[in-house]
């Protein structure tokens, strides 16, 4: 019993009736321009075709960019999440020194763990850790080992954090993370994502709470002065 045909198989067969032909690829034939002997009627018809096929082309190349994206975010997430249950029962003395080694501040680790700075170094000593903290440890370490898999570009990943999202501001991805804001750190590392729509997403208002009191302007001679911004 034959296979029931596929979407694509119709698409494909359908394209080669309106052409007029039985053989050739869908681009090869919609590739080929009017000839010399077409009539004006013919030509806009066959220019409505190639319209629609290559919208229907357009279409499904953003259908299966969409499918793409969804499914390396859902990996993406899926090692974060795995290698946190891995990490979580290693102990804050060794989740500290690793995130140490990468080139954490203590008051950084302390931010984005949402702690204090003595209750770190507790942890250093071995002490005090709960069991939601050590996860909160755990998933920091882990996001910190993952992100550089998905961006090799980042080969120094405190560094990474401590960088402002856009020049316009002072926010970083210690200030996403330590807000509650995780999934946006992952989109920024990624780099699909416009950093302007990142900060877009953190606080919609970040141009005007981040707006400078003072401009730059070109002076009479010619250097560049500061002056207060004009309201």
Request: charged share 25%; hydrophobic share 40%.
């Amino acid at each position: 019993m034959a296979s029931p045909r596929t979407q694509w198989e119709m698409w494909t067969d359908g394209a080669r009736d309106i052409v007029g032909t039985g053989s050739g690829s869908v681009p090869d034939v919609l590739d080929q321009g009017p000839t010399p002997t077409q009539t004006s009627a013919k030509t806009a018809s066959d220019a409505a075709i190639k319209t629609d096929w290559s919208g229907m082309f357009r279409n499904i190349a953003n259908i299966v960019n969409d499918v793409a994206t969804e499914t390396h975010q859902t990996d993406y997430m899926l090692q974060v999440r795995l290698r946190t249950s891995e990490l979580v029962g290693a102990g804050g003395q060794t989740l500290l020194g690793a995130l140490a080694d990468m080139g954490f501040a203590w008051r950084d680790i302390a931010r984005m763990v949402g702690v204090s700075v003595p209750a770190i170094q507790k942890w250093r000593r071995g002490e005090g850790l709960t069991g939601e903290n050590a996860r909160k440890l755990a998933r920091l370490v882990a996001a910190c080992e993952v992100i550089p898999k998905f961006n090799p570009m980042i080969t120094d990943v405190a560094l990474w954090f401590e960088a402002p999202i856009v020049d316009e501001a002072p926010v970083n991805p210690i200030d996403l993370w330590s807000s509650g804001n995780q999934q946006l750190v992952f989109e920024h590392a990624r780099l699909e994502v416009d950093p302007l729509t990142t900060m877009d997403s953190f606080d919609p208002n970040w141009r005007e709470t981040y707006r400078s009191e003072f401009e730059t302007f070109r002076a009479g001679d010619g250097d560049l002065s500061i002056r207060m911004r004009e309201r």
